[in-house]
């Protein structure tokens, strides 16, 4: 069985809870995040937070930036030449990148085979009624679009629940999630191809989201599984609400619901998605010895002369 090694620069959630099992396998591949010597293939989320060495196929190393694309992450890019594939969205010359989701984990605390054996049948306990997990936090534009948008809501006879941190603080989403059929989910960084736990925890929850975020969902869940709002203007998304919660929408569409959690559970989740971008590599039996520092950008300005030599500035 082919062994990847998986880094990661963040602890929480677990990963393997999303595997059948908590086996951490997946299609005929074990992945560990061991610091083994020696593996088939090395996977990299964001950055390593000490330096990796790792014995691997040549053309095995994948890393994948989870971060959205912001100018304050541009410092990942430091880390791109390192590796054979990077599925990111920035760009960078000379290293074979594709711009596509990048499998963040659910929060949600439950395993894949307890989410795979949820259906229609067990969802006695859920009520029409909104719920919101989100936080008081007023630093950004984006905080105050939502606070602003919780305003408006407090003032309509939506049946609508608030929780999370400076509201009702809960210790796991999933003890809001299940008793309701809709949910709002709003990213903080809205773009193609970037989506979060946030749509993810509320699907997998049979719940659907009144969502803002990835332009492009469609392209991955079926259209009627989420309910797209804009709320930066919030009588609008306030209408959407009332006009899906007046029509029925969870019930009429729950076939679309029950479609879109198979397709994160067995395609665009963290296991199956890590498969797919794997056996796009083009590996040799032969192996190589891998380097990857934990701080690129923090060496000698020799290193980072040469780098910029050898592969410009990026885009």
């Known amino acids: 069985m082919p062994i990847v090694r998986l880094v990661r620069n963040y602890k929480f959630p677990e990963i393997a809870r999303q595997s059948p099992g908590c086996s951490s396998e997946w299609k005929g591949y074990f992945f560990t995040e061991e610091e083994i010597p020696e593996a088939d293939y090395l996977v990299v989320l964001n950055y390593p937070l000490k330096d990796v060495n790792c014995k691997i196929k040549k053309g095995g190393s994948v890393l994948i930036v989870q971060e959205p694309p912001l100018e304050r992450n541009l410092y990942n890019r430091e880390y791109f030449p390192y590796f054979d594939l990077v599925v990111s969205h920035f760009d960078f010359p000379k290293v074979k990148i594709i711009h596509e989701q990048a499998a963040l984990p659910w929060h949600i605390n439950l395993t894949y085979d307890q989410l795979l054996k949820s ?9 029409d009624e909104v719920s919101w997990i989100t936080s008081n936090i007023n630093l950004f ?8 948008l919780i305003e ?7 049946p609508f629940k608030l929780f999370g941190r400076g509201f009702n603080p809960i210790d796991d989403k999933i003890e809001v999630l299940k008793y309701s059929k809709y949910t709002i989910a709003a990213e903080n960084f809205i773009g193609n191809d970037y989506w979060t736990e946030k749509i993810q925890d509320a699907i997998l929850s049979w719940n659907v989201p009144f969502y803002y975020g ?8 079926p259209s009627n599984s989420f309910i797209p709002v804009n709320i930066e203007s919030p009588l609008d998304t306030v209408s959407e609400i009332e006009l899906a919660m007046t029509g029925k929408f969870w019930d009429k569409n729950i076939d679309q619901l029950s479609e879109a959690r198979n397709i994160i559970l067995n395609r665009l989740q963290f296991y199956p998605r890590l498969v797919n971008i794997i056996e796009q590599l083009e590996v040799s039996n032969k192996r190589k010895n891998l380097f990857i520092p934990k701080d690129p950008f923090n060496k000698s300005l020799l290193h980072k002369l040469i780098s910029k030599f050898k592969y410009g500035n990026g885009k």
């Open 119 to 127: 259906d229609v049948s067990s969802l006695e306990d859920k009520k």
């Open 141 to 148: 534009p984006a905080h105050q679009l939502r606070l602003n």
């Open 152 to 158: 408006h809501l407090k003032n309509t006879s939506i």
């Open 214 to 221: 990835c332009p492009n969902l469609g392209k991955y869940l």
